[in-house]
């Protein structure tokens, strides 16, 4: 792991690969590390020749955590977004994707194409955007556009992620165990459930930084940055966007959005695929997203 500034920020990332092949940025998602892209992935990737690079979110992880900054009362901020104002958060998905272009620059890559999974995608989505120059591919996976029309999560789901946890230093097993529960409700169907490797990445995350309300931030940013479809339409550059068909945190209808409202993007919906990677799907992703990212030199 190493660290660099960033937007403003200390950034935390990895890097895997050869640093004069055409780079990855994987991007995390809502309240996620890093290390849920597993060295394994990363280097399914990299054996595919790119160079593949991760890195904690702001208020994730390694990286810098807003801590001086309240975690936003959602009562407040439904109110706002609802009367149509501005709502006061302390900051949004575009600062986020400023964060991953500030990487790129502190590493002085020009150009990356970037892979972003659930909030991570809709980060890739802006970036590839809002920095098109900076853009040679996108990948969207498990994501969303923020069209209010679209359904929401089962509410069981929701009730589980919105659930109080227990904390983990009075609980630590409790808390283990609710976040298996929620892993395992939102996996799905059609691969294997790997509790041991999941209790693996939970216990590895409370170790590394646990701040529930760096993971409140998140939210709101996600909220308060809203509907990005008018954005999507000037994305040019060729696009994936990859849903698993039992997605019960973001509906498959949330991936057919982003697919549509980008020129040009494929969808690749998959049966049994839930709101996870399993292991088993990995290469098979990685020849869909390859073929993709190659898409850029054939043009």
């Known amino acids: 792991m190493k660290f660099l500034k960033a937007n403003g920020i200390d950034v935390c990332y990895d890097s895997f690969g050869d640093e004069n092949d055409e780079t990855i940025l994987l991007i995390s998602g809502l309240g996620t590390q890093m290390i849920r892209w597993t060295e394994l992935f990363c280097q399914s990737l990299v054996a595919e020749g790119f160079r593949v690079i991760r890195f904690d979110n702001r208020d994730a992880g390694l990286s810098t955590h807003f801590t001086n900054l309240p975690s936003p009362d959602f009562a407040v901020l439904a109110k706002s977004i609802t009367a149509g104002q501005k709502p006061d958060v302390p900051y949004t998905l575009h600062d986020m994707a400023a964060d991953a272009i500030g ?58 992620l919105t659930k109080r946890l227990p904390n983990p230093a009075e609980d630590l097993e409790g808390y283990v165990t609710h976040t298996l529960l929620f892993a395992n409700r939102i996996a799905g169907a059609g691969f294997a459930f790997d509790e041991e490797s999941h209790r693996a990445i939970i216990l590895e995350e409370f170790h590394r930084a646990y701040d529930p309300a760096g993971f409140g931030r998140q939210i709101a940013a996600i909220a308060a940055t809203g509907d990005i479809r008018s954005r999507l339409v000037r994305i040019h550059v060729p696009t994936l966007v990859i849903h698993g068909a039992d997605d019960a945190l973001i509906p498959p209808a949330c991936g057919k959005d982003t697919a549509s409202s980008i020129h040009g993007a494929e969808l690749l919906l998959i049966n049994g695929m839930g709101h996870d990677l399993p292991v088993a799907l990995y290469q098979p992703l990685v020849t869909a997203i390859c073929k993709t990212l190659r898409q850029q030199n054939l043009g």
Do not use: F, K, W
Not at 125 to 132: E, N, R, T
Not at 142 to 155: C, D, K, R, Y
């Open 103 to 160: 990487l790129l620059n502190a590493l002085a890559i020009n150009q990356a194409h970037v892979i972003g999974r659930s909030m991570g995608g809709m980060i890739a989505q802006l970036m590839a955007s809002d920095y098109p120059q900076r853009i040679l591919s996108l990948i969207s996976i498990m994501s969303s556009t923020g069209n209010p029309n679209l359904p929401s999560a089962e509410p069981d789901v929701m009730a589980m």
